[in-house]
């Protein structure tokens, strides 16, 4: 499937999309109803793959123990899918624009998610993905999350160009280092790329 081809699915197809490819959970994302333990089974990071909490249409921080005590229904295996970092920053994405009130006016002003834009978990993955793209990791688990995206550098390119001017993301998300680092990192290749691709009249072959 091709960028523009996800770009156009909704949050919902494109949910059934990655179920498809990369199958169901097997297991619960937390172990007992009171979120303290992740379930060590849960993991398919030496697959590159990431699990995404579909609830996070309407809730959010799953993945956090004290806001996912609140859903336990949420953590069940058949409300988790799988997904690689660029596919997983898209389903954010898709979150943003079909359930965030400042970008669809139509959405349910009443979730948890209405009133969280890009800077939720957006920034967050973006804030990796750079990393990875800038300084190559040499952690084994990390070098599988890279290995499974490096492919799809110019489309991850592309994506940020779309954000950037299609929906007025500021460059403090666009350009932004991985929290979880221990230092600021400034990824100056993202920058360099986006910008040139930006400047290019032969780049807008998409449409958002």
């Known amino acids: 499937m091709t960028l523009d081809q996800e770009w156009g699915l909704t949050y919902n197809q494109y949910v059934l999309y990655l179920l498809e490819k990369y199958g169901g959970a097997k297991v619960n994302y937390y172990l007992y109803p009171n979120c303290r333990s992740k379930n060590p089974q ?7 793959l990431q699990c995404h909490h579909i609830d996070e249409y309407k809730y959010i921080h799953l993945s956090v123990r004290e806001f996912a005590v609140n859903h336990w229904e949420s953590q069940l295996a058949d409300r988790l899918v799988y997904a690689d970092l660029i596919e997983h920053l ?13 970008h669809n006016p139509d959405a349910d002003p009443t979730t948890e998610r ?22 190559p990791p040499t952690i ?22 779309r954000l950037k001017a299609f929906y007025g993301v500021p460059d403090e998300i666009i350009f932004t280092g991985n929290p979880n680092s221990n230092s600021l990192v400034v990824p100056t290749k993202i920058i360099a790329d986006v910008n040139k691709a930006l400047n290019s009249q032969s780049k807008w072959h998409f449409s958002y």
């Open 42 to 48: 849960i993991s398919r990071t030496t697959e590159g």
């Open 90 to 102: 898209l389903l954010h994405i898709k979150i943003t624009l079909e359930y965030c009130t400042e």
């Open 114 to 135: 209405a009133n969280w834009g890009f800077e939720s978990g957006c920034s967050y993955l973006i804030g990796t993905i750079n990393t990875l793209f800038q300084y």
């Open 140 to 161: 084994n688990w990390q070098i599988s999350m890279y290995e499974k995206i490096q492919n799809r550098y110019n489309d991850y390119i592309d994506i940020l160009c």
